[in-house]
Nanobody, 124 residues
């Protein structure tokens, strides 16, 4: 059983930055891919970014590519999502999730464990 806790959300103005953290306890953190998803009110949950267990492969949705960086610190059992040049459309609850699969990281059904989410609000 893996427990994930997100932190780092908050309210910023457009153009600002935030770094989200996802810290895992339990299980073997190094064997899981970690993904970030987000869900805005009235919208479906959508993929944002993912990083494979080895940290060498990363994936992003097109709308955040070039503005966001996902990374992992295995010594701290933590994955980070650095988001820059934030836009109002980035406003959502952001969730991290853990998967032991080798593919389809953009699909929420791939992930076994989920955190409770952290709110990101970007004002114009």
């Amino acid at each position: 059983q893996v427990t994930l806790v997100e932190s780092g959300g908050g309210s910023v103005q457009a153009g600002g930055s935030l770094r989200l953290s996802c810290t895992a306890t339990g299980g073997t953190f190094g064997s899981y891919a970690i993904g970030w998803f987000r869900q805005a009110p009235g919208s479906e949950r959508e993929f944002v970014a993912a990083i494979r267990w080895n940290g060498y492969s990363t994936y992003y949705r097109d709308s955040v590519k070039g503005r966001s960086t996902i990374s992992r610190d295995s010594a701290k059992n933590t994955v980070y999502l650095q988001m820059n040049s934030l836009k109002p459309e980035d406003t959502a609850v952001y969730y991290c999730a853990a998967s032991d699969a080798d593919s389809r990281y953009f699909m929420s059904s791939t992930y076994k464990y989920w955190g409770q989410g952290t709110q990101v609000t970007v004002s114009s």
